[in-house]
């Protein structure tokens, strides 16, 4: 064969590239045009001011108390919601996984029906229910155990409850997916060792389960860190989260250069925590899970 | 070992019940006769049905919502299912890097995508119309029809799909006629996954959306900032029956699945 005649394998391989490029270019291009570029343009912002460069709008975070309050509140909530759901999901993907088919579909409808309901929704009930003349004051002061209707709502409290719930499945379905997959067998033998049924589950089972609580984790983590609703409707202008720092900043003051700032940083400490946590699981694990 | 069993039995039930309370609460609330949210409610009628179904308002925006999440999830669901395929058939690990950048939609913190989709649209002249509102919707939903068609698509055996060509089938009828019809449910799946996130973004048209194309869910965000109507109950009941219907139809679409490649 001379040099110049084409290899019909290479051309092949060469028309497969071509056929991959061309199925994945309407979506890749949407993505990119209206995610990747305005990100980019987020950056470029943040850096600018008057036309020229700055890092004025960083060095907002040093000093503007609000700035902090902002990110601490957001992450002592990211904190709180995150054990919290480690707390309750862990029980119910437990018996989830070690119940028979049946029950097992049964506990996972009921986990998978709110998270298929709109957010706004949510937020909605919890309005309802926890509002000075709500359902929960009414039933605590019908049963006497308080005189005065408590203050469940337009409060950080209220905000964390309900997101709490609006995420809880997201702890869930990672964590039972990893315990479905932990064989029976582990743990009988570790009963049969002798080991009492608290020490098998502490020596055996939790460690084994421990990739799905870290991605749960991560996933609510993350995710309570750019909640935005919820705080909105249930914070009443007392819980105060980055990302109504960015909306405030372009629709009251037009600072197009502080919403960018923000936006970066806050876009950094996502992509930090899963970055920090691939080290542990791998990312499609995290993503895959849901 | 039994009091265990029991004592972790009590609380999930308990947790359980927590997760589904707020979901049910909205129905009777709904049927409401009264102005105020009592519970349970002083009398039952149908009004904020009637109220919702009268107001013009409601209805444009019940349109917009329904238009734009059929037609993005359809547009996401060929898009996706196209992508999801060129991943899943390349060798290199260049291309398969590349969902990463499909994923990005779930990853980004929604405000900032809000925020730089605002940005674009206030340049190109996409604010406030049914186009920027379909286009923003289905880079929403790329990632879910991607990510459920993939799993479908690992499952499915190539050898299948080489057999087909080397019987002299081409590649495109290969894909319709011996790879679609395996991967179906995880397709619709991901079709109804798109539908859903669409019905119910709302983030970002907060920022993008307005005038004449204003989303259901942009009007009930407005609405409950300013006070609590039980009209928002009765279009949540409707909108929490649209989900769970749909959630019936994937799992539906998932256990004909299974009944035939249990046959097969």
Redesign the interface.
Known sequence: MSSTSIDPSRAHESR??R???M??A???S??????????C??VWQSVRQDGGFTLAHYARFLHDDVYWMAFLQTFRIAFVVTAATVL?GY??A??AAGSSRRTSLL?LA?????F??????????????L?R???VN?ALSDLGVIDHPLILVNNEFGTVIATI?IL?PFMVLPLYATMQKIPRELTMAGASLGGT?LHVFLRVFLPLSLPGVVAGMVLVF?LT??F??TP??LGGGRTYMV?ML??RN?ELYNEWGA?SSI?IV??LC?FAI?RLASLLIP?ERI??AR | ?KS?KIL??T??VL??A??????V??VP?SFSGAR????PPPSWSTRWYEAYLANPGWMQATRVSLTLAVSSAAIATV??T??A???N??T?KW?RN?Q?????????????????????YANVGLLATMTGLI??N??LG?PYV??SVL?GLRKFDPVQEMVSRSLGMN?LRTFFVVVLPQIRASVISGLLFAF?SA??E??VAL?ISGGQYQTL?KR??TA??DE?DPT??AI?TL??AV??L??ILVSLSARAETKKSAEA
């Not at chain 1, 009921?110 to 709110?114: E, I, K, N």
């Not at chain 2, 927590?18 to 979901?23: A, F, Q, S």
């Not at chain 2, 499909?102 to 605002?118: K, N, R």
């Open positions: 497969e590239r056929l991959t490029l199925l994945l309407p979506a890749l949407v993505v990119v045009a209206l995610l990747v570029v305005p990100l343009w987020l309750l029980p119910v437990y018996l506990i009921m986990v998978v029906l709110p298929w309901t709109s957010v706004l929704v949510r937020a909605y009930a919890w309005l309802i229910l509002q003349r709500g359902l009414g719930h809880l049924p993350v860190l750019g935005y609703i909105e409707l990302s960015v909306s372009i919403a936006s806050l876009l996502v899963f990312f993503m895959g | 070992m265990g972790l039995v609380l999930v947790i359980l927590w997760l589904m309370i707020p979901v609460i909205i609330m105020f949210l009592a519970f898009m996706g196209a992508a395929y060129a991943l058939m390349s290199s291309v590349l990463v950048i499909l994923m990005l939609p779930l990853v980004v913190p929604i405000v900032i995508t809000a925020v730089g989709v605002f940005l674009v286009l923003a289905v880079m790329l991607v990510t799993v590649r859903i019905l119910d709302t983030v920022f869910t009930m965000f409950l900032r609590i928002i109950a949540s909108l929490t989900s769970f749909m959630v």
